[in-house]
């Protein structure tokens, strides 16, 4: 099996642990990126889900943010009560396990405090890596706030 099959397999199986049913799709052609990812989907870029993850002092946090929009770094350092600074790759695998441009919202190395962007919540579906850079899946964001137990919290611009 591949090591992309396995980050997949590892995703859902978190996931379902859960609460939450996906049904992870692939795209041959990538989803690395938020428009990347609308392409492939055939959804508005806000609907796509950015796994970002922070480091606060030496703690990392997840944002996950709408496709359309950026972190605010001083809100979320604000709402955070410390300084905070964007995780480097080898950070990123380290908290997740997974590798930026596949990161999904679940399902991590060590639990990750998260803050959910809530453009997120205007949508009844959105779109979310699923482990791969090529994989995703569809979740309303109720759902993934609630398998996530996600802070709702206006980071972003």
Do not use: N
Not at 72 to 97: F, P
Not at 106 to 128: I, K, N, S, Y
């Amino acid at each position: 099996m591949s090591r992309r099959s396995d980050a997949i397999e590892r995703f859902t199986a978190e996931a379902e642990a859960s609460g939450l049913e996906v049904e992870v799709q692939r795209y041959p052609g990538g989803t690395r990126t938020a428009a990347d990812a609308a392409e492939a989907v055939g959804c508005h870029v806000d609907q796509i889900v950015k796994s970002l993850v922070f480091m606060a002092d030496v703690r990392p946090v997840l944002v996950l943010c709408s496709g359309g929009r950026r972190v605010d770094e001083e809100r979320l350092a604000t709402y955070l009560g410390t300084e905070i600074r964007i995780a480097g790759a080898s950070e990123v695998r380290a908290a997740t396990g997974f590798a930026i441009g596949g990161t999904p919202p679940l399902g991590h190395t060590v639990p990750l405090r998260t803050v959910v962007d809530p453009h997120l919540m205007d949508f009844d579906e959105v779109w979310a890596a699923a482990g791969t850079p090529d994989s995703v899946f569809p979740v309303k964001p109720k759902d993934l706030v609630k398998a996530t137990a996600g802070a709702v919290v206006g980071v972003t611009r």
